[in-house]
């Protein structure tokens, strides 16, 4: 019981960090009106995915059924591979080597999602054990 | 149901498992000691291993630049910042004319535009194919045979197109090699020959880059990369070329300049040394009162222990055991979280610091690695050696009836 708190805030503040993180933390390229970067849309498509990531969260806290639990973690498992997903390939970020977006947003967006998965893929396979 | 033999090994691990909180304070403590080991190790390795690079790529023992432009100069090099400056081309050959020096090789900077190649603007650095020994011995990838009209030969961060061209003032040009990476501005820098320089010089005018009244890229240059002769010493060299040039130039010792660069790296280096003593010394002392408050607090249990049958060995092998278990894990939860952090944002690292950067090999990283480790993983066992002699020196009669 008190795990789905746990797993519920750590969702919560992954989820944050990514949906924010790349406007804030680990900001992505200055915006440039005339001739906007593909790390700002990238930016504009994690802020999507990682407030979903936070209310998947929210929802852990909320929800006392153990199959419903697991499959918000298996959502977040599969919002998590999206993360990087969107800087590595989808999206992409600016070319040069040393610009911020890659020196900076693509990394901690690798690390964030790469926690977002193992976070709620041990959680998914705890709650596969549970019985209600 | 199978029952579990009560091992030193298990016995441990169910006692660190009983006692949670103090068991994660003493693996954090442990993981902030192998955190600074580690990540420290990795970084002063990889400032010592860009000073090295940047020392190699320079190959010039003095560099001729225009006068007032030698900052300019050390910005090009170390940070690849896209900067120009020029001087007369008499220039090279009042240098040549010195007996001290052996080689002397021009070279000619531009810059490309901000929204082509690469994001930014990047140094473009002519040279002289037949004079140069400073660009053609790092090419580590050849995708042509020699060095073409046309053709441009890219720092290890320079990133093509799908068609293997890089776009300068609105047009394509082939990548020929690829030179070695060397954590400095040499890597965002892309070079080619002199007739090469000529087309970009001319569209770069079209396209709005200003060069100042006189300079054109038949009579100018941005600097001369000297290498002294045998037998002549440096300042024989700088005597000769001060002379020749009636020190209108500005002459750049390219060892002094990375004594700059490293003499501050110095400072950093000395200071990382200290904090990851500081910390190994101070987890040994917290390490050493924590188990031995503990030690002293589970004084009846061990007793019991010894009631039950458990030899004096047995007992103090169980607390290093303990010990070694919370220091290998700290040791590995403080790498991880190192290794999290200095190798994906290693370019990001050597960017803020501004001085060249090159991560470590794998055979380096690995006996960093090692050496964190073991720094880490024995601090726990030295720390606890003490409590675990007393422990199993006391009189199992005396300690059950303390307190009577």
């Known amino acids: ?132 | 149901m199978q029952e579990k033999a009560l091992s030193t090994h298990r016995l441990s691990l169910l006692n660190l498992q009983r006692k949670p909180f103090r068991t994660w304070a003493l693996i954090a403590v442990v993981a902030v000691l192998s955190f600074v080991l580690f990540g420290g190790s990795v970084m002063t390795m990889s400032m010592e291993n860009g000073i090295a690079g940047l020392e190699d790529r320079l190959g010039a023992d003095i560099v001729v630049v225009p006068e007032g432009y030698d900052q300019d100069f050390e910005g090009v090099m170390i940070q690849g910042e896209p900067l120009y400056f020029f001087m007369d081309k008499a220039v090279l050959e009042q240098v040549r004319s010195c007996e001290a020096v052996e080689v002397a090789s021009p070279q000619f900077y531009l810059a490309s535009l901000n929204a082509e190649c690469c994001g930014s603007s990047v140094p473009i650095i002519g040279f002289e194919p037949e004079t140069d020994f400073t660009v053609q011995p790092w090419i580590v990838e050849q995708y042509s045979k020699g060095l073409k009209h046309g053709e441009i030969i890219v720092g290890d961060d320079i990133i093509a197109e799908e068609d293997g061209t890089v776009l300068f003032f609105g047009k394509n040009y082939k990548i020929a090699s690829r030179l070695q990476r060397t954590g400095s501005g040499v890597d965002v820098s892309c070079y080619a020959t002199m007739d090469t320089i000529a087309d970009l010089y001319v569209d770069a005018k079209e396209k709005g880059a200003y060069f100042m009244e006189g300079v054109t890229y038949e009579n100018s240059i941005s600097s001369v990369m000297v290498k002294v002769k045998e037998g002549y010493t440096l300042n024989q060299a700088l005597v000769q070329i001060r002379k020749a040039t009636e020190g209108k130039v500005e002459i750049v010792q390219t060892q002094s300049m990375i004594n700059s660069v490293g003499g501050s790296l110095g400072g950093v280096l000395s200071y990382l040394y200290v904090i990851a003593g500081v910390f190994w010394v101070l987890a040994l002392i917290l390490l050493t009162i924590v188990f031995s408050v503990t030690a002293n607090e589970r004084k009846k249990e061990f007793a019991l222990f010894r009631i039950l049958g458990a030899t004096r060995k047995r007992l103090s092998s169980l607390i290093l055991t303990e010990a070694f278990y919370i220091s290998l894990g700290g040791a590995l939860l403080g790498i991880g979280l190192a290794a999290m952090i200095v190798f994906p944002f290693s370019t990001y690292i050597g960017d803020q610091m501004g001085i060249p950067y090159l991560l470590p090999d794998m055979g380096q990283i690995l006996l960093i690695l090692l050496g964190s480790l073991v720094l880490s993983a024995i601090v726990g066992p030295l720390a606890s050696a003490h409590s675990a002699h007393k422990i199993s020196q006391a009189e199992t009669y005396h300690t059950m009836r303390e307190g009577e």
């Open chain 1, 1 to 132: 019981m008190k795990n789905k708190y746990v797993v519920g805030a750590l969702l919560l503040v992954l989820g944050l960090l990514i949906a924010f993180g790349p406007q804030s933390i680990f900001p992505v390229c200055e915006f440039n009106p005339e001739k906007p970067m593909k790390c700002n849309w990238m930016g504009k498509a994690e802020l999507g995915v990682g407030l979903v990531i936070a209310v998947i969260g929210v929802l852990q806290m909320v929800m006392d059924h153990a199959k419903v639990r697991q499959g918000l973690s298996m959502a977040a498992v599969l919002l998590g591979v999206l993360v990087p997903l969107l800087p590595l390939k989808l999206i992409g970020v600016c070319m040069n080597v040393h610009m911020r977006c890659v020196t900076l947003t693509r990394p901690a967006l690798i690390m964030l999602g790469v926690l977002t998965v193992l976070v709620g893929g041990l959680s998914a396979f705890a709650l596969n054990k549970v019985e209600k």
